[in-house]
Each structure stands twice: as structure tokens, then as C-alpha cells.
């Protein structure tokens, strides 16, 4: 399974980005995907999951401005990030669980400044 992220870039504070993750590969009806991310002297943080019946799960600290979705069909996720603030600065990497196995994307850079 391979993973290949789009997205990221530079925005001011209070806007948005959407990030992508396309999915390759075998891979099975049921698995979980998400999102994480990390700054610079920050541990990695888990921004948005999403099982693949759809239920949804977000870190606090995004909740009411991030919504994370798929497509099944297309093997494709997406996290779409409104109201963006300086401290969502960070390298952001997709994830796909799939028992046993967890697969990465390369991370793709999201900067917001202020």
C-alpha cells in the first residue's frame, strides 16, 4: 500500500487548505485513516481518524474547524481545515491502518502565519 499526500502550503491565519491522501495498492474494506501531524519541538499528534464505515474521531484542538472524509470508492481521504491558526503550523502525514500493518505518506508542510 502506498500512500501519496497533497495540500499543504502557506495561508494566513483564519483561512483554509484542504489536504488529500490518495491510497495504492491492496487494500481491504475495513481499515482506519487519518491524519497527523508534527511542529518543531512538538510530539506527533493525532489531528483526525476516520474508519472506513465513517465514523470520525478529531484531537480537541481542531474540532468545529477540521472535517476529515472519504471516498471508499476512490480510495482517496481528505481533511479539510477552515479557520486556520498560527499553532496548526506543523508537517502533516496520512495514515492508513490496516491490520497488522500501518502505512505513512510523506508528510506535506502546512504553515500559518499571523
Known amino acids: 500500500v502506498q500512500l501519496q499526500a497533497f495540500g499543504g502550503g502557506l495561508v494566513q491565519a483564519g483561512g483554509s487548505l484542504r489536504l488529500s491522501c490518495a491510497a495504492s495498492g491492496t487494500i481491504f474494506g475495513i481499515n482506519l485513516r487519518g491524519w497527523y501531524r508534527q511542529a518543531p519541538g512538538n510530539e506527533r499528534e493525532l489531528v483526525a481518524q476516520?474508519?472506513?464505515?465513517?465514523?470520525?474521531n478529531y484531537a480537541d484542538s481542531v474540532k468545529g474547524r477540521f472535517t476529515i472524509s472519504r471516498d471508499n470508492a476512490k480510495n482517496t481521504m481528505s481533511l479539510q481545515m477552515n479557520n486556520l491558526k498560527p499553532e496548526d503550523t506543523a508537517v502533516y502525514s496520512c495514515?492508513?491502518?490496516?491490520?497488522?500493518?500501518?502505512?505513512w505518506g510523506k508528510g506535506t508542510q502546512v504553515t500559518v502565519s499571523s
Open positions: 476516520i474508519t472506513s464505515a465513517g465514523s470520525t
Open positions: 495514515f492508513l491502518l490496516q491490520a497488522p500493518r500501518t502505512y
